[in-house]
């Protein structure tokens, strides 16, 4: 007999039946929408706003570029914007880098200043739009802050997100070249400068998205992303932060893959375990400190190269179950993800599979319709189950902040993930239509080809911009603002984000704040070796 | 027989390493030598270090477009110093248009998402013993 296993290996039953929610008490484990455990999410109405917010993600190119995008995609209905940096902007490296030029705004927008920031926000209407941001929380926070205050915006004002990685963003993709205390240090900074300068705005997004694109599965998903804001948590407490004042704050921007059910049970037992640690252990009072805010990206890595239009199908099956486990905030993978950044046409056909699923189906109108399914509160508490479990055994091995840095996620999960992944799919455990099972020739894969093989040049051109930008300034007064920023970030204690918001004032670039950073904690200006510091401190 | 030396590199800030961890595994259970390079080398790093480690072949697994300017680049270099080493490149971003134009530049093979390892194996040899 085959084996009946949901994709995390859950041995699954053909039918379920009451004798499978035994001990299932309802007030207890679920309750009604808007009441602890907040399992069937976190309002009483599923959307207090109507609807969750409907965004892609998005840049490209210069930020003048970006800015078109964003407004593309306002015009075309997005009720939210998120952001995600080029790979030399996310390394904290500037165009003008030896590593930087041929990937200028190819997978992401290049941003490295103020001025960057200011093209990138142009016109855009900040008293009602949801900004969020796949960048480091230091420099958006900064830009942002700066930006809201040049315009006469109160920044308490703010809306939109930021994500924190400290944990895993050197194994995954994200790497920052900076060691594990300031990669905490900085994420714990901009946190507590939000609860008190824009408490409105989600700087602790947990991201499990990027670290499970690694190939992880739901349980592992989840249980590193717990790992990850346990810490925190306990790292802002340290500092004597009431947890009801950054908890209502903090989201979690967790993936979905194919799984349906599975992917729906996760997020409501991600929920149940939010609400519960938040209130058990870390003692906080206020209800919205213990209803999770979920928010979704749905995954790349379960899209193909092969046959593009397959990837519309996967996009909107993926997004119908986030709705249906009432998520706050959905996007779409572009269908072009293997090739490319969102291309205008993708970027829509996402967009306008968020609304058809939103004004076509129904499915909206009846908070958590699933809850009760046998099948579906069995599978959410065993994935609870497991999670937890995964949890307290890696805490049990240690600190885990140290495994971190010894590599030991990368070693034991990371590498082990990626491996495992590409083997399912090669040996057919994984099933993917038009890869290993209705592959067409590829003289016959030609629908949507032109689209996602459309690419974009560099922007060689802002290496120069930015070499003149820097010669522009006032170099004496960048020289003194980083030079306090050295100072400050060389002893414990003080919060870096006001040193970090003066330097970028005085016209200091992410490149140069970030190597800065590096010189107080003992290691190169540049990790790689290859630039000089602009000044002798 | 001796053992055939593979260099495999990702190129610039390209940080996607599935591709790149799974072929090694294939070619080092396929009794190859592997010299894994890993993330973040520019095309005179890989040039020196196939020429320290006498490799027979470089292999460079792409996830962004940065190959596209990187492995002319590395090629250019190769010549450039009499080292007659054929590189070979995969990687599902790999689009036909540029396949063509890799190999007009010198590739000497272009692997996409649909390649199997066994192909994969099969041309590194017949490259290397060619």
């Given at each position: 007999m085959q084996e009946r296993l949901s994709q995390s290996q859950i041995p699954l039953k053909q039918v379920y039946k009451p004798g499978d929610i035994t001990g299932f008490d309802y007030e207890q484990?679920?309750?009604?929408?808007?009441?602890?455990?907040y399992t069937r999410g976190r309002h009483e109405n599923l959307y207090p706003g109507g609807v969750w917010i409907q965004r892609e993600l998005s840049g490209e190119g210069e930020p003048s570029r970006t800015n078109e995008q964003f407004k593309y995609l306002i015009e075309k209905g997005a009720l939210g914007l998120d952001v995600i940096g080029d790979t030399p902007t996310l390394a904290g490296l500037d165009p003008d880098h030896p590593f930087a030029a041929k990937a200028i705004g190819t997978q992401g927008v290049s941003l490295c200043c103020f001025d960057d920031f200011r093209e990138l926000y142009r016109d855009l209407p900040l008293e009602s739009l949801s900004l969020s941001h796949s960048l480091s929380p230091q420099s958006v926070m900064s830009c942002l802050y700066l930006y809201a205050r040049e315009q006469g915006f109160d920044p308490a004002k703010l809306r939109g997100s930021v994500i924190q990685a400290p944990f895993y963003n050197e194994d995954c993709g994200y790497a920052v070249h900076m060691p594990f205390k300031l990669r905490l240090r900085l994420s714990a900074d901009s946190i507590e400068f939000a609860t008190k300068v824009m408490p409105k705005f989600h700087a602790f997004v947990e991201d499990t998205y990027y670290i499970s694109e690694a190939g992880l599965d739901s349980v592992e998903e989840m249980a590193l992303g717990f790992i990850e804001m346990r810490y925190l948590v306990r790292e802002l407490l340290r500092r004597?932060?009431?947890?009801?004042s950054f908890a209502p704050r903090i989201a979690i921007l967790l993936n979905c893959r194919m799984d349906f059910f599975e992917e729906i049970a996760k997020v409501r037992a991600t929920r149940r375990l939010f609400a519960r640690m938040m209130r058990d252990e870390f003692g906080a009072k206020d209800r919205r400190s213990q209803a999770a805010v979920i928010t979704c990206h749905t995954s790349g890595l379960t899209l193909t190269a092969q046959q593009p239009f397959n990837n519309i199908v996967r996009g909107a099956i993926e997004a119908l179950a986030m709705v249906l486990a009432g998520v706050q905030a959905i996007e779409i993978s572009a269908f072009d993800e293997a090739y490319r950044t969102p291309s205008p046409e993708s970027h829509l056909v996402g967009l306008r599979s968020q609304q058809v699923i939103h004004m076509e189906t129904n499915v909206t109108k009846v908070v958590d319709p699933l809850g009760g399914s046998y099948y579906i509160e069995a599978l959410t508490d065993e994935l609870e189950r497991r999670i937890r479990e995964m949890v307290e055994k890696i805490e049990a091995m240690g600190d885990p902040a140290k495994l971190s840095e010894d590599g030991w996620f990368k070693r034991n999960i990371f590498d082990h993930a990626m491996q495992r992944y590409a083997q399912q799919i090669r040996e057919g455990k994984l099933l993917k239509v038009g890869v290993n099972i209705f592959p067409i020739p590829e003289e016959q894969d030609t629908l949507l080809k032109e689209v996602a093989e459309r690419k974009m040049e560099p922007c060689f051109g802002r290496i120069e911009k930015i070499r003149r930008y820097k010669q522009g300034r006032v170099q004496e007064r960048v020289k003194t603002a980083l030079k306090a920023l050295l100072e400050q970030a060389g002893v414990e204690g003080p919060n870096l984000m006001d040193p970090i918001i003066e330097a970028t004032r005085s016209g200091a670039t992410t490149g140069e704040i970030g190597g800065v950073l590096r010189l107080a904690y003992g290691l190169k200006y540049d990790p790689f070796g290859l630039i000089e510091p602009p000044f002798t401190f | 027989m001796k053992k055939i030396r593979v260099l495999i590199a990702i190129m610039g800030l390209d940080q996607h390493e599935v591709g790149a961890i799974a072929v090694s595994r294939a070619l080092m259970d396929a009794g190859i030598e592997v010299i894994y390079a890993g993330r973040f080398n520019l095309p005179g790093m890989i040039a020196r270090t196939a020429l320290q480690e006498n490799v027979d072949l470089i292999a460079m697994s792409c996830g962004s477009w940065e190959y596209l300017y990187y492995v002319p680049e590395l090629i250019e270099l190769l010549k450039a110093q009499d080292l007659a080493v054929p590189v070979i490149i995969g990687g599902s971003i790999i689009t036909a248009g540029d396949e063509k134009t890799m190999r007009q530049k010198g590739v000497a093979a272009v692997f996409g998402p649909s390649s199997t390892m066994e192909q994969i194996i099969e041309k590194i040899n017949g490259l290397v013993n060619s």
């Open positions: 484990d679920l309750n009604d929408p808007g009441s602890f455990p004597g932060l009431p947890v009801d | -």
